[in-house]
């Protein structure tokens, strides 16, 4: 046969080499090529008797199967799970476990295998690179499993962090091999294991250099050309016990349920779904407890939560991180050298992420000391990277090679952009965007890190306003993944393209947002974090606020994260606005909280180790100041939990919904990503806009409407959301 994602090489033995090779991609995924073709495959397997054994591989250097292509998902399932029954749709969700069953069975029934009146052919993986989610699964199915024995390469099923679980006997085979709490790890987690890894716990039986892996499998196929899948043995038992009456396995699913939604707090439905997979299906026949996982990946599949998640967190970002917004009529850009301005916290960390994106860096300060902290940042990171063993000594000498601390500002004279990140000070600013541009080419792009000052003022200070650009980080840089990318009022298409590609460089996720004070992202989070002191002040007990946002899967409560950013600046900001607005400054309320924590008790965050919270000298776990209460009472009657959640949630989805009203963000994917990557909105959701689809927009202006007759008119809904209500429209298109 010939096929397209793929090719079949049959030996003098009667072994097939399947190599996975899909045309025109730099990974194999599972797409409705390579489904067609594998499918025709196996039926060809099965029946034809001149095929002895199969070895699997892949032709891609990048890796084995990455999983589904998640495109086919993110309308709520591919064209063929929208059938007209129920039960059509579920045979096409079922269409990956019926097909990799097949393979490790030839076709045979289970009772003819139990029985040994039947045997399987053989069939070996050779996988030469990562294997995720149903590429994982397919090495499952397959009776030898050899893995190149290097620590970097990945095997996984990641599915759980787009709200789904794995599809294709991924919750069935891993208990099989590795047990119940292995198997839990790892999909409930999603996080990847090194082949190493796998080989103890079962997953995989061997590792072999990579270029050793096919000749490796054929052996094994050859040696043996009957077999039988363990759980297709008489008396197979799950390695560590399984069963509802085993008792390690009961103290197993009483503590993995409990500990789940301790870490979840009920927003995961795939996580519980999980666990249930591993529980019912190891009380069934295997041909049985596929079709219940399958079950519980066509109800996931269908939700809300999954579309959302797929679409943010998989399609969307992809697009964003593939310069989806770059002007097409600009040719990609080469960026050799960057000149870094400012080796503070933020210059400091964007000066890292530049180094190991390949890049070399001119570091400059006003003071050489300055400068060489702010190489030490990078010395720092390299230094934990190499004692985990996630880095050698010369990766790292190489990176650290290519900063140079400097205050000479001759030494940007080649450098391919400029990027600066001193003090938030307009003055400041105007005076090294003049002492740069008196040194650099006059082709270079100059960006500004600035987090509020709109870059259409700045640029005025610039002799070339069309190669002057906004490009936003957040702390610390080194971890955070948005970058929001700010056109001035002149900003040219080179300069917009340029940002995108030099973001694609340091890989993380952009998003262009509108030029004004705050942008996207600081337009948002503040109002949000005011309405938590806002709490405070009225008398809500801390520990209340904290746990309601912990509950909705915020990474960390308002309060602590007022802390992180710092009372001081949020003071110092508040002060500035104000001065600069005058008298049409509209008071926040928390102005009066912000002097007393401040001014009159010095609490100015963590860096002063205490804020809201205390931070004990001695390194232990930070806990709430008890001491606020004698400032701003505890009031008698404390509002539910889910009050709290929905005020919480509320003051984050108004101010955004504001911003896509207001063009700030001019669609809402941008807003969905810059929610989650830029201040940890709940991933569950697939953001804000996304939020508010699934809740639908009649409902949040509803909801919108009666808090803000409760608490005031900061939560009345936009008027554009109001139109749209009244229409009955979305923000995203049906599927």
Not at 227 to 238: A, M, R, S
Request: net charge positive; hydrophobic share 40%.
């Amino acid at each position: 046969m010939t096929y397209t994602a793929m090719k079949v090489d049959l030996d003098a033995d009667g072994i097939a080499l399947v190599t996975i090779d899909l045309p025109g991609q730099s990974m194999n995924v599972w797409n409705e090529a390579l489904m067609t073709d594998f499918s025709a495959f196996v039926e060809d397997f099965a029946k034809n008797d001149a095929v002895k054994g199969a070895v699997i591989t892949s032709g891609k250097a990048s890796g084995f199967l990455a999983g589904a292509d998640l495109r086919m998902l993110g309308g709520g399932g591919p064209k063929t799970a929208r059938a007209a029954t129920k039960q059509e749709q579920f045979e096409a969700v079922f269409g990956l476990n019926k097909m990799l069953r097949k393979l490790e069975t030839s076709g045979h029934p289970a009772k003819a295998l139990l029985n040994g009146d039947a045997y399987a052919k053989p069939v070996a993986a050779a996988v030469n690179g990562l294997a995720l989610g149903g590429g994982l699964e397919l090495v499952l199915a397959c009776h030898h499993r050899i893995v190149a024995d290097d620590p970097k390469v990945q095997l996984g099923v990641p599915e759980v962090q787009v709200g789904l679980l794995p599809g294709g006997g991924g919750t069935q085979r891993l208990p099989r091999l590795a047990g119940l709490q292995n198997a839990a790890m790892l999909a409930t987690q999603g996080q990847p294991i090194d082949p190493q890894t796998a080989l103890a716990q079962g997953i995989i039986q061997e590792v072999a250099p990579r270029d050793q892996l096919v000749a490796k499998a054929k052996a094994w196929v050859k040696a043996n050309p009957k077999v039988v899948q363990p759980w297709d043995k008489k008396g197979f038992k799950y390695p560590g016990g399984a069963g509802p009456t085993h008792p390690a396995a009961v103290q197993f699913h009483m503590a993995s349920n409990a500990m789940a939604q301790r870490e979840t707090n009920h927003n995961y439905p795939a996580v519980q779904y999980i666990l249930s997979c591993l529980y019912e299906g190891s009380v069934v026949p295997f041909d049985t407890a596929l079709k219940i996982e399958s079950k519980y990946f066509f109800k996931l599949l269908q939700s809300p939560q999954a579309r959302n998640m797929i679409r943010t967190l998989f399609i969307n970002k992809q697009a964003a991180e593939k310069g989806e917004q770059r002007p097409k009529s600009v040719e990609k850009l080469s960026i050799r050298k960057v000149g870094v301005l400012g080796a503070g916290m933020m210059g400091a960390g964007i000066a890292y992420v530049t180094a190991k994106g390949g890049m070399e860096v001119v570091l400059l300060d006003r003071d050489l000391p300055y400068a060489e902290k702010g190489k030490a940042y990078s010395k720092s990171i390299v230094d934990k990277a190499v004692g985990k063993g996630k880095m050698t000594q010369a990766k790292a000498d190489e990176l650290l090679a290519r900063i140079k601390p400097t205050v000479d500002y001759a030494d940007l004279k080649d450098v391919d952009m400029i990027i600066e990140a001193v003090f938030e000070d307009p003055d400041v600013k105007a005076d090294v965007i003049r002492k740069t541009e008196a040194v650099i080419r006059n082709d270079v792009i100059f960006a500004s890190n600035t987090s509020t000052l709109p870059i259409t003022g700045l640029a005025k200070h610039s002799e070339r306003p069309d190669q002057f650009i906004g490009v936003h980080f957040f702390s610390p840089v080194d971890k955070m993944p948005l970058v929001e990318i700010i056109p001035g009022a002149r900003s040219g298409d080179k300069a917009l393209a340029m940002a995108l590609d030099y973001v694609g460089m340091i890989k993380k996720t952009p998003i262009v947002v509108k030029d004004t004070r705050g942008f996207y992202t600081n337009r948002v989070v503040p109002p949000y974090l005011n309405e938590a002191m806002l709490m405070v002040k009225e008398g809500v007990k801390p520990a209340l606020i904290e746990n309601a946002a912990k509950s909705l899967g915020l990474p960390v409560g308002p309060l602590a994260l007022v802390d992180e950013t710092s009372l001081e600046l949020g003071k110092r900001i508040m002060d500035a606005t104000k001065k600069e607005l005058g008298k049409d400054y509209k008071p926040t309320g928390v102005e009066e909280l912000m002097e007393v924590m401040v001014t009159k008790l010095g609490r100015m965050g963590r860096k002063a180790g205490k804020g809201f919270y205390e931070y004990p000298s001695d390194g232990g776990k930070k806990f709430l100041w008890k001491g606020i209460a004698d400032y701003f009472p505890t009031a008698k009657e404390q509002p539910s939990l889910e009050e709290a959640k929905e005020r919480i949630l509320y003051a984050q989805l108004i101010p955004a919904a504001q911003c896509y009203a207001d063009g700030i963000v001019h669609d809402p994917q941008s807003a969905d990503l810059g929610a989650i990557f830029g201040w940890g909105f709940p991933p569950w959701t697939g953001g804000p806009m996304s939020h508010i689809d699934t809740i639908g927009v009649e409902e949040f202006v509803r909801k919108a409407d009666s808090l803000a007759q409760k608490y005031g008119a900061r939560f009345a809904p936009p008027q554009k959301f109001r139109d749209m209500a009244a229409k009955k429209e979305t923000l995203y298109k049906a599927a």
